[in-house]
């Protein structure tokens, strides 16, 4: 509504409008919430674990008090190892996935500054159109849908372009199945001496994200991806060479709920309230973690990888073929073509209807060409793989495509 320079005037008013009368209107009572159970395989959320359901009856207390701080001293440690990291400013802003691109972006970016927006689908596009509201100047590095980005594409424009603050990419993105591999980008990213940010919402939890060895200055995640939890909170971690770049900017950030320098505050020893933390978002996120843990961090990237070829295996007995190719594909989001001739809706609609199982549609330029099949979390299991193999086959045999069953080749493939 605003734009800078503008005055405002703050008035309040009395809300006069009358309540409506929904029987009168013919409207019946209003009914309890939808209560049916989905097998959630599109690009999330993922279905909850039971463990973190249960963590979100837990009684509400202040979020000041003792217990609960304490509980989010260990909230920020377990954070700390899931993304690798040893970053005192590791935390949970109160918002989804883009609350914590936002953050990201917002915190590093003045006015003026550069940013090399990596681009190869939706995140990179959304990060990109933040960078411009922040009055910085995003140059792109772009791949095609479906392509990992090039990391000679990013060293020939990180040597033509003076003064780049931050190198912006998306590790796993989730419109289109693809993986960037990170070790060589990130050596390039390091000798250049900008910051490197890192979009982890698909892939924590569910494929190595390592920030510390791979030089990463801010990273950001989701809850309802591969953490299995509801959407509600964005896990962010920043490096010490980014905290002092914050500390020493030379323009507030322009967001005031997402200013990592009061938020750190709370988060940090002084205890300071800023806002009030979603307390039960926050056991969620806990538990959630304690998940992870539990499994440990690389039997949980193995059972991705495992069950994402189990997956693949049933989908290539059934004559169906992926989008991206094998070795950058990202585990937990895999995009299937349609074949020829087939509604893509329709047989989102049937397996919904008849198994309760949620696929995704494409995206953008791929939107209509695709399925995008969510191995995420606690939805990454062998009976979500045979179920949602039997219930494609079914879909696409009603349209009269007669493919064979896939259901046997991925448990081959799976084994046990
Ligand atoms: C889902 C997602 C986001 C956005 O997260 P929201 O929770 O939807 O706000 C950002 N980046 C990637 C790669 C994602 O998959």
Same mark, same amino acid.
């Given at each position: 509504m605003l734009s800078r320079g503008d005055s405002a005037v703050v008035y309040s008013y009395h809300c006069a409008a009358p309540m409506r009368d929904l029987q009168h209107e013919g409207i019946e009572m209003h009914?309890?919430?939808?209560?049916?159970?989905? +097998?959630?395989?599109?690009? $999330?959320p993922s279905n909850i674990h039971p463990r973190v359901m249960h963590a979100m009856s837990t009684p509400v207390v202040g979020h000041l008090d003792s217990e609960f701080l304490s509980m989010m001293d260990h909230l920020q440690q377990m954070l700390r190892e899931v993304f690798q990291t040893e970053n005192r400013l590791t935390m949970a802003i109160s918002g989804t996935g883009s609350a914590g691109m936002e953050t990201c972006l917002v915190n590093l970016l003045e006015p003026?500054?550069?940013?090399?927006?990596?681009?190869? $689908? %939706?995140?990179?596009?959304?990060?990109?159109?933040?960078?411009?509201?922040?009055?910085?100047?995003?140059? %792109?590095?772009?791949?095609?849908? $479906?392509?990992?980005?090039?990391?000679d594409a990013l060293r020939s424009t990180l040597s033509e372009t003076a003064d780049v603050r931050v190198v912006a990419l998306v590790h796993a993105e989730t419109s289109t199945g693809v993986l960037q591999s990170m070790d060589e980008i990130a050596?390039?990213?390091?000798?250049?001496?900008?910051?490197?940010?890192?979009?982890? %919402?698909?892939?924590?939890?569910?494929?190595? %994200?390592?920030?510390?060895?791979?030089? +990463?200055?801010?990273?950001?995640? $989701?809850?309802?991806?591969?953490?299995?939890?509801?959407?509600?909170?964005?896990?962010?971690?920043?490096?010490?060479?980014? =905290?002092?770049?914050?500390?020493?900017?030379?323009?507030? +950030?322009?967001s005031w709920y997402l200013d990592t320098s009061?938020?750190?505050?709370?988060?940090?020893?002084?205890?300071?309230?800023?806002?009030?933390?979603?307390?039960?978002?926050?056991?969620?996120?806990?538990?959630?973690?304690? =998940?992870?843990?539990?499994?440990?961090?690389?039997?949980?990237?193995?059972?991705?990888?495992?069950?994402?070829?189990?997956?693949?295996?049933?989908?290539?007995?059934?004559?169906?073929?992926?989008? =991206?190719?094998?070795?950058?594909?990202?585990?937990?989001?895999?995009?299937?073509?349609?074949?020829?001739?087939v509604d893509e809706k329709q047989v989102r609609l049937d397996v919904m209807s008849r198994f309760g199982l949620e696929l995704g549609a494409g995206l953008g330029p791929l939107a209509g060409s695709i399925w995008r099949i969510g191995l995420m979390g606690h939805s990454c299991q062998a009976s979500s793989v045979t179920t949602c193999l039997a219930a494609l086959g079914w879909a696409l045999n009603r349209q009269g495509c007669n493919v064979p069953d896939g259901v046997a080749a991925a448990l081959e493939r799976i084994g046990g």
């Open positions: 009914p309890p919430l939808p209560s049916s159970e989905r +097998v959630l395989m599109g690009p $999330g003026g500054d550069k940013a090399i927006v990596c681009i190869n $689908g %939706v995140f990179g596009t959304r990060m990109k159109d933040i960078v411009a509201r922040c009055g910085a100047d995003a140059v %792109v590095v772009e791949a095609s849908w $479906g392509e990992a980005i090039d990391p050596g390039i990213v390091k000798d250049s001496g900008a910051m490197l940010l890192l979009d982890t %919402v698909t892939s924590l939890g569910g494929a190595e %994200v390592a920030l510390d060895n791979w030089g +990463v200055d801010a990273a950001y995640s $989701g809850t309802q991806k591969c953490l299995s939890c509801p959407p509600g909170l964005a896990p962010v971690s920043f490096s010490k060479r980014a =905290v002092e770049h914050i500390l020493s900017r030379k323009t507030p +950030v322009q009061m938020l750190s505050k709370y988060w940090g020893s002084e205890r300071v309230y800023h806002h009030t933390a979603p307390i039960s978002m926050n056991y969620a996120l806990y538990e959630a973690l304690r =998940v992870v843990l539990d499994e440990g961090l690389e039997a949980r990237w193995q059972n991705h990888r495992a069950l994402h070829e189990g997956l693949v295996a049933g989908l290539e007995a059934m004559g169906l073929s992926l989008k =991206v190719r094998a070795d950058i594909r990202a585990p937990m989001l895999n995009a299937v073509k349609v074949p020829e001739g």
